[in-house]
T-cell receptor, first 114, second 114 residues
Framework: EAQVTQNPRYLITVTGKKLTVTCSQN?????MSWYRQDPGLGLRQIYYSMNVEVTDKGDVPEGYKVSRKEKRNFPLILESPSPNQTSLYFC?????????????FGPGTRLLVL | AQSVTQLDSQVPVFEEAPVELRCNYS??????LFWYVQYPNQGLQLLLK??????LVESINGFEAEFNKSQTSFHLRKPSVHISDTAEYFC????????????FGTGTKLQVIP
């Protein structure tokens, strides 16, 4: 089954404790992206990647890092989480083939930073 | 730069009644337009999209949206809603040829009342 998976789905942590949220897709998509969803703000793009070793900032990159060492994986790293990073995070992927391609979303990771 | 405005954060509607969810956008370049749906505790799914051609686009579950360039709008409509349509709906825009920079609206929660 074609899908985007995220782990963990739920995470409670404390300020300053480094964490990684994994994202993996099995569709051989070149493009991957991370969003955060907050009430009243909708989805905001954190980082995106056009292919292996190619990443770029989205609209809210501060406090986050990403890497793209393999085509299927795009982990989101919070080096020193803070309470304002408490949010619902979505990973997404799509083919680069053309404008008609659809973006597929993972199920989300709910993060609480105490 | 581009932006999306969804003025209605919540829309309650009786089952079998019609509904319209409003979306207005702002962009200095030509755009693609999307509606995504998020069912409770799930990720986002593409509902429909406008890339080019006919300004009226339809989804498989009875929703439709019309691109109005002069009014910079892409309102979502359904003539008769069902309980299963209860979800949050997000309008999104990306510049032509720049799909990596998708901007989402703040979302509209559609509550269908039996």
């Amino acid at each position: 089954e074609a899908q985007v998976t995220q782990n963990p789905r739920y995470l409670i942590t404390v300020t300053g404790k480094k964490l990684t949220v994994t994202c993996s897709q099995n569709m051989n998509h070149e493009y991957m992206s991370w969003y955060r969803q907050d009430p009243g703000l909708g989805l905001r793009q954190i980082y995106y990647s056009m292919n292996v070793e190619v990443t770029d900032k989205g609209d809210v990159p501060e406090g986050y890092k990403v890497s793209r060492k393999e085509k299927r994986n795009f982990p989101l790293i919070l080096e020193s989480p803070s309470p304002n990073q408490t949010s619902l995070y979505f990973c997404a992927s799509r083919r680069l083939a053309g404008d008609q391609e659809t973006q597929y979303f993972g199920p989300g990771t709910r993060l609480l930073v105490l | 730069a581009q932006s999306v405005t969804q003025l209605d954060s919540q829309v309650p509607v009786f089952e079998e009644a019609p509904v319209e969810l409003r979306c207005n956008y702002s962009s200095s370049v030509s755009v693609y337009l999307f509606w995504y749906v998020q069912y409770p505790n799930q990720g986002l799914q593409l509902l429909l999209k406008y890339l080019s051609g006919s300004t009226l686009v339809e989804s498989i579950n009875g929703f439709e949206a019309e691109f109005n360039k002069s009014q910079t709008s892409f309102h979502l409509r359904k003539p008769s809603v069902h309980i299963s349509d209860t979800a949050e709906y997000f309008c999104a825009v990306s510049p032509r040829g720049g799909y990596q920079k998708v901007t989402f609206g703040t979302g509209t929660k559609l509550q269908v009342i039996p």
